[in-house]
């Protein structure tokens, strides 16, 4: 007996979907299975599940030579969402799965040994990828099935089992559409700004950054609320437009932390990896399908990077180029791999290593403080538009002071982008932390008399030219923030001091 079956699968290569033939050939010679195609150890792997979920769904696996061949075969190919693709391919072979409804379908899946079909990462990107070539249909895991119904023109069936599979293939049953984990329980909600007691200098900062997408250092004693404020943010910047969901929901689908109940992020993400993070869980990597970092599953949020003068300045420094380009490249065994990355960076930090609550009782000596914050000086920080202190409130504040809540901050800075956007229109940016330097120095440039403070910065070295630029970003915002048409002189000093404070300077 021999006999060839011939499926497709999607696999990822980066943050881009190839579409990948898989043929399986039997025939009759020694006994033994063999995978070729460039296929990475996860792949060699499959096999002994192929074998097993094949031998333990009822159906009978060859003792023949077979081979699985995945074509491109000049492709990266990792992961184990080819597991039930494989397993169907070599079941036509042998005559025992049917094949009329496989045209314009492609097959995901992990399989387990019992033949049950696991959920794989990077379903949202693969499928787009699979409707973009083309593809009506996909048969994905069962727990994969929320995530995937969010492409728009693809039949989607989730499946259970490798019997499930052969059962639909044969007419005999239909796959499910949707998945029985019950319903979505309630998302957690981002907390809110009326619940930050005091710190009007820092609210007013963070509602600045929000408006113009601007970078932000806090510095300030421990407890004293940096956190609580950093956190909040993403409850004051606007939700997320449709593509912008599913850019960031296909990014935390290869990351592989998408909540199951809730596949479409639909606001900025929030992530604040530990001070003791490597550059491989800031900026990604790993073998096989390389994992998006913070940096990237911060795309379109809040990157927040507490006691960040702990970080080491290799890890510090690495964060530059993302910031630049709004790209993360991650270098692989095989080349590299892109991953977008636009993200508001939120620092924190100390004063000083001891970080006593009352500054007072610091026994740090002069030097190391001077040490501690100068670590944060340099390229990194040149990039960072608003520097804010923060000190503990009186007793009276906490009695009295309520700060005002998350939906009224969030009204004016949703006003403040919107008159940005529609003044950078033509130009397509969206906020004013994208806007090239050279536009605000010719055809945005602002009134002698506006632009006399950064000359005297700039002539007297208290400011980069790149610092400089960024200055007049700030200056915008303030602007949009006021309700007015153009910064003015008193925007533009405004937009000076807050990079220049909170270094403890
Ligand atoms: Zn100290």
Redo the contacts with the bound molecule.
């Keep these: 007996m021999s006999g060839l079956g011939r499926v497709h699968s999607v696999g990822l290569n980066a943050f881009a979907a190839d579409v990948i033939e898989i043929q399986a050939n039997i025939s009759n010679g020694l006994p033994g299975f063999t995978v070729s195609g460039s296929a990475d150890t996860s792949l060699r792997e499959a096999k002994d599940r192929v074998r097993a979920a094949i031998g333990n769904s009822g159906a009978k696996f060859p003792e023949k030579k077979i081979v699985v061949a995945l074509a491109p075969a000049n492709l990266p190919k990792s992961g184990a969402g080819f597991d039930l693709p494989m397993a169907i391919s070599v079941l036509i072979a042998t005559g025992q799965a049917q094949t009329p409804l496989l045209g314009e379908t492609v097959l995901i899946g992990e399989l387990a040994l019992d033949g049950r079909v696991r959920p794989v990462r990077g379903v949202l990107p693969l499928l787009l990828g699979a409707r973009d070539a083309g593809f009506r249909r996909a048969v994905v895991p069962i727990g994969n099935v929320r995530e995937a119904a969010l492409v728009d023109g693809l039949d989607i069936g989730g499946a259970d089992s490798l019997s499930d599979v052969v059962a639909w293939l044969a007419g005999d049953r239909v796959l499910d559409t949707v998945s029985d984990t019950g319903e979505a329980p309630a998302s957690t909600p981002i907390p809110d700004m009326t619940d930050v007691v005091g710190q009007p200098a820092a609210r007013h900062a963070l509602e600045v950054a929000a408006a113009g997408a601007h970078h932000v250092l806090m510095t300030g004693p421990p407890g004293i609320g940096k956190t609580m404020l950093a956190c909040r943010l993403p409850g004051i910047l606007p939700p997320l437009g449709h593509d912008e969901s599913l850019e960031v929901t296909a990014i935390h689908s290869v990351a592989g932390t998408l909540p199951a109940h809730r596949p479409l992020i639909e606001t900025p993400p929030f992530i604040a990896p530990h001070h003791s993070a490597s550059i491989t869980s800031l900026l990604g990597g790993g073998t096989g399908l390389a994992k998006p970092g913070a940096v990237s599953r911060a795309h379109r949020g809040v990157l927040f990077l507490d006691e960040c003068a702990e970080m080491g300045a290799k890890v510090l420094d690495a964060l530059r180029q993302p910031l630049e380009d709004g790209v993360v490249r991650v270098s692989r065994r095989d080349g590299t791999a892109s991953y977008p990355a636009r993200f508001q960076l939120i620092l924190a930090a100390?004063?000083?290593?001891?970080?006593?609550v009352n500054?007072v009782?610091?026994?740090?000596t002069s030097i190391?403080?001077r040490r501690?914050l100068g670590k944060l000086s340099g390229p990194l920080m040149d990039r960072v538009d608003i520097r804010v202190q923060m000190e503990p409130p009186g007793n009276s504040a906490l009695m009295t002071e309520q700060g005002e809540p998350t939906d009224v901050v969030g009204a004016r800075v949703a006003q403040a982008r919107a008159a940005a956007q529609e003044r950078w229109r033509e130009h397509g940016w969206l906020t004013n932390a994208e806007v090239p330097g050279s536009e605000l120095r010719r055809r945005y440039r602002l009134a002698a008399d506006a632009m006399r403070p950064i000359e005297s910065f700039l002539g007297q070295g208290r400011i980069t030219a790149r610092g400089a630029d960024r200055a007049l970003r700030l200056a915008w915002t303030l602007a949009d923030l006021r309700g007015t048409q153009r910064p003015d002189v008193d925007d533009v000093t405004q937009a000076l001091l807050y990079r220049d404070r909170g270094t403890g300077r």
Excluded: F, L, S, T
């Design positions: 100390n004063p000083c290593p001891c970080a006593p500054d009782d610091c026994v740090c190391v403080r501690y």
